[in-house]
């Protein structure tokens, strides 16, 4: 049984910063991709950043030289680290991964539970 659970959201005030963790856990065999995600209320689901096995990597346009996705191989954990943090950013976010299961062919993709990211004063 596979599991992505995330860690590190809050209320944090304009300006500020974050880090947000997902760490996958169980049988896996191979990870392709790390991926963050954001809903905010009333909207849709939005792809922040994402990650791939080899390291390369891509924002959304909201988010480029405010947040930085990096991945600890050994841990099979991800990062986000959220600077000069907006009202904007306000949201749910939500940990992603492509991966393959152990004694499973084809992989599939997992979710987190999520975590909850406030910006205010």
């Known amino acids: 049984q596979v599991q992505l659970v995330e860690s590190g959201g809050g209320l944090v005030q304009p300006g500020g910063s974050l880090r947000l963790s997902c760490a996958a856990s169980?049988?896996?065999?191979?990870?392709?991709?790390m991926r963050w995600y954001r809903q905010a209320p009333g909207k849709p689901r939005e792809l922040v950043a994402a990650i791939t096995s080899g390291g390369s990597t891509n924002y959304a346009d909201s988010v480029k030289g405010r947040f930085t996705i990096s991945k600890d191989n050994a841990k099979n954990t991800v990062y986000l680290q959220m600077n000069s943090l907006e009202p904007e950013d306000t949201a749910v976010y939500y940990c992603n991964s492509r991966l393959r299961a152990m004694y499973v062919i084809t992989p599939r993709e997992y979710w987190g539970q999520g975590t909850q990211v406030t910006v205010s004063s």
């Open positions: 169980g049988s896996i065999h191979t990870i392709y991709a």
